[in-house]
């Protein structure tokens, strides 16, 4: 529809297209996964002001592109436009999400000291995250304790998700009672902290910190994902099977399993339900909604064509693993986009290099 929309503007803009509908177009691609047609409205806007370069280079930054995302943001201080607040958060998220440390914390210092930008929340919590994603948990705590500014719940929660990454335990239990004590009810803080103590096999902490979320009456939002096909949405949500080409799709699913297995793909079992047998840990995991789309996916898109598959949670290790496999064997480009950003799998790799 969008696509259709921007051909009705060219037909009917007679003196070209305004900046600001430019923009618009520019920013309907980047959002919508088509980073190659955004990059192309890109090029064929002759006047670019700070708003194009930011949505450009936000684009590059969610499709977890940091080579073109720099690229643009040079060519961008190039023209004599200076990046603004916006421009920095998307570069400190380019940089987290392909581990570049110390490139991050120069373009933080540089903002500061260069372009005289006082950082916010969202660049401390950016920081933060920039360090726990290559697993520098001590200095991003450190980090987090000197800001000038008291951190608050994202701050924290950036902090707690490398825990969980890196399985550390005891941070994970200190950050956690600064979670509990700004935002009491939040179900992410108990969710990830109940994985946490998953990952390392300590059951009785899973089930006390399950106990405590039923008693607050605190759920879980339901994973679900979809998937467009010949122009029809087609929804799967964790653990449902009432599609009605449930058999066709589960048995693709044990195909792509099965052959990923032969090629080295062992199931991260460690944070399922402690109290199930391993064939049916392995059960629970197949019951991920991005993977019954992306079997369905698989069976009803014809040869080479790109899978787009959208998912309202972030996209677990283990289905990662599943979908690369999956782009290589078909020899398809599998795009997810999770909560956080879009996912391109090519070839069995992904552009952010596991930095996700």
């Given amino acids: 529809n969008g696509a259709y929309i921007h051909q009705c503007v060219i037909r009917r803009?007679?003196?070209?297209?305004s900046r600001a509908v430019s923009n618009a177009l520019l920013d309907m691609y980047a959002k919508c996964g088509d980073i190659g047609s955004a990059s192309q409205s890109f090029t064929e806007i002759s006047e670019r002001d700070l708003l194009t370069w930011s949505i450009m280079i936000w684009g590059w930054t969610f499709h977890g592109s940091l080579e073109n995302a720099l690229e643009c943001f040079e060519q961008m201080k190039s023209t004599g436009i200076k990046p603004d607040g916006a421009v920095f958060l998307a570069m400190l998220a380019a940089f987290s999400h392909s581990g570049q440390v110390d490139s991050g914390l120069e373009l933080f210092n540089s903002m500061q000291h260069e372009y005289f930008i006082k950082p916010t929340l969202k660049h401390y919590t950016l920081v933060v995250d920039l360090y726990g994603r290559a697993g520098k948990l001590d200095p991003a705590l450190r980090f987090l304790e000197?800001?000038?500014i008291s951190p608050d719940f994202m701050v924290w929660g950036a902090l707690f998700?490398?825990?969980r990454a890196r399985k550390n335990i005891q941070m994970a239990e200190l950050v956690s009672k600064k979670l509990v004590e700004l935002e009491h009810k939040h179900p992410g803080k108990y969710?990830?902290?109940s994985n946490v103590y998953a990952c390392v096999g300590r059951w009785k902490n899973v089930d006390r910190v399950r106990a405590h979320m039923q008693n607050l009456k605190i759920e879980k939002d339901p994973g679900w994902s979809y998937i467009e096909v010949n122009g029809q949405i087609h929804s799967f949500v964790a653990g449902d099977r009432a599609h009605e080409n449930v058999e066709e799709i589960y048995s693709k699913l044990e195909e792509i399993v099965s052959g990923a297995k032969e090629h080295g793909y062992m199931p991260e079992t460690e944070s399922v339900l402690h109290n199930i047998e391993e064939e049916e840990k392995e059960e629970h995991l197949g019951s991920h909604s991005e993977k019954w789309a992306l079997a369905f996916g698989l069976i009803r898109t014809p040869p080479g064509m790109l899978i787009r598959?959208?998912?309202n949670?972030?996209?677990c290790s283990d289905s990662?693993?599943?979908v690369k496999h999956a782009s290589k064997v078909s020899?398809?480009?599998i795009m997810v986009r999770d909560v956080r950003r879009f996912h391109h799998f090519k070839d069995g790799c992904c552009p952010c290099r596991d930095h996700w």
Wanted: aromatic fraction near 4%; include cysteine; charged fraction near 25%.
């Fill in 309 to 311: 598959i959208m998912k």
């Fill in 146 to 148: 000197s800001m000038p």
């Fill in 191 to 193: 969710i990830f902290l």
């Fill in 161 to 163: 998700c490398a825990c």
């Fill in 331 to 333: 020899k398809r480009e």
């Fill in 320 to 322: 990662r693993s599943i």
């Fill in 313 to 315: 949670l972030r996209i």
């Fill in 13 to 17: 803009a007679r003196n070209g297209i």
